[in-house]
């Protein structure tokens, strides 16, 4: 007798979502056994935040769209919740699949627990210790009612054991996020958005920032652009601005952009050939983090806490704050030839989803047969 296919919904909502799913879509369509729906919770939608990364990442169209949009995090966090319930009712998945630690994770974790559906969670384990980053609270909660909870790096695990997760249901697989960037590396490289832009190879900085502990007060923000324009003098720094950062250029600097090298958002392959390519990243992004480290490309991270210290640890990724002095200075140590030298750490190897997609499908069928045997 044929087998019943295992059912997940995978659900993914802003932009550091999608490059996570990818390849665990791509996975669990390629094997025999799964059968899969692609929920986009529609909490980015513009087409520089979500579109042109299904494109360069060949994402399959969403199958439902719940188009949630922006709001506070209450508002958002409430839509997904309210409008992802009737299709996991209409659907009853064998297991959710979310990824990362944005309002949208949490909210269809919540979603699936509730309707005792099994969640997995994807990059589980993540701490920065600061209660007042909104992701902080979303990587905890989920956490806490996930049953998989799949790890990127050592310290995940070991923050999980504290919090008296039990082992059983930690399962360390590496970083799908770079399964994505080494698929992907050959392409980027060879795009032409240096020449585009006028860059040299290593002759630029590339600056990301939207954590709203930088962008939503105007002193530090203004602090940071002063210091950042300063290094522009010396290192030509481009800058694609985040909506929300723009947004606050407006609101609270009265629409006075900085003199950077300002761009739209980019897509993916070819922000991935301006990582690449640059002397140095300064980022207040989690993600970033990660992807220089893979890369090997110096990342100075514009604030006081990581949920990612393996970054530190092994990569190339340097805590320096939001001070002047500290970025002045970790930016001169690495224009002085002594940037810091990293290595890859383990598992981030291209076949993180792979891992991801063998447990599943032996845990699910497992599950199955007992099931039936019960039946
Ligand atoms: C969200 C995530 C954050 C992640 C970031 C990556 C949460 C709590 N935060 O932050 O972890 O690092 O995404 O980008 O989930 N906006 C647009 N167009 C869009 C989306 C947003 O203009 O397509 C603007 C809106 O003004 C919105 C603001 O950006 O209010 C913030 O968007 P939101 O999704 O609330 O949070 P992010 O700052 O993007």
Redesign the pocket.
């Not at 909502?13 to 550091?16: M, T």
């Not at 909490?43 to 513009?46: I, P």
């Not at 990362?100 to 994770?105: A, E, L």
């Given at each position: 007798m044929a087998k019943c296919p295992i059912r997940v919904l995978a659900v993914a909502?802003?932009?550091?979502n999608f490059m996570k799913i990818a390849p665990l879509l791509k996975e669990l369509r390629a094997r025999e056994g799964f059968e899969t729906l692609l929920v986009h919770t529609g909490?980015?939608?513009?087409a520089?935040?979500?579109d042109s990364f299904f494109r360069d990442l060949g994402i399959p169209e969403p199958d439902v769209n719940l188009g949630v949009?922006?709001?506070s995090?209450g508002e958002?966090t409430a839509e997904v919740l309210r409008k992802i319930e009737p299709l996991l009712i209409e659907r009853h998945p064998d297991v959710l699949v979310v990824v990362?630690?944005?309002?949208?994770?949490l909210a269809a974790t919540l979603a699936a627990v509730k309707l005792g559906i099994p969640v997995a969670h994807v990059e589980a384990g993540l701490r920065s210790f600061d209660r007042s980053m909104?992701?902080e609270t979303?990587r905890v909660m989920t956490d806490v009612v996930s049953e998989w909870l799949f790890t990127t790096e050592p310290a995940a695990e070991q923050n999980l054991l504290r919090e008296g997760v039990a082992r059983d249901r930690i399962h360390f697989v590496g970083n799908v996020m770079i399964d994505t960037l080494l698929a992907n590396l050959d392409r980027a490289r060879g795009l032409d958005s240096l020449e585009r832009l006028g860059l040299e190879p290593r002759g630029y900085a590339l600056l990301t920032l939207?954590?709203?502990s930088n962008v939503d007060d105007p002193v530090r923000l203004r602090a940071l652009f002063a210091v950042l324009e300063e290094i522009n003098t010396e290192l030509p720094v481009v800058f694609p601005v985040?909506?929300?950062t723009?947004?606050a250029i407006e609101r609270l600097l009265g629409g006075q952009s900085p003199a950077l090298r300002m761009t739209e958002p980019l897509g993916y392959l070819e922000f991935l050939q301006l990582m690449a390519e640059a002397r140095l990243v300064l980022t207040d992004?989690?993600?970033i983090q990660e992807e220089t480290t893979a890369l090997g490309v110096s990342c100075l991270t514009l604030r006081d806490s990581t949920e990612r210290p393996v970054t530190v640890d092994e990569g190339t990724n340097t805590m320096v704050g939001t001070e002047p002095d500290a970025i002045r200075a970790a930016v001169r140590k690495i224009l002085d030839g002594e940037a810091k030298k990293g290595r890859v750490p383990a598992l981030w190897d291209g076949r993180a989803a792979a891992r991801i997609v063998d447990i599943l499908e032996r845990d699910l069928e497992r599950k199955s047969d007992r099931q039936r045997i019960g039946n």
């Open positions: 909502g802003a932009r550091p909490q980015h939608y513009d520089a935040m979500s949009g922006s709001g995090h958002q990362g630690d944005v309002n949208s994770t909104p992701e979303n939207h954590r709203p985040h909506p929300r723009q947004a992004s989690g993600g």
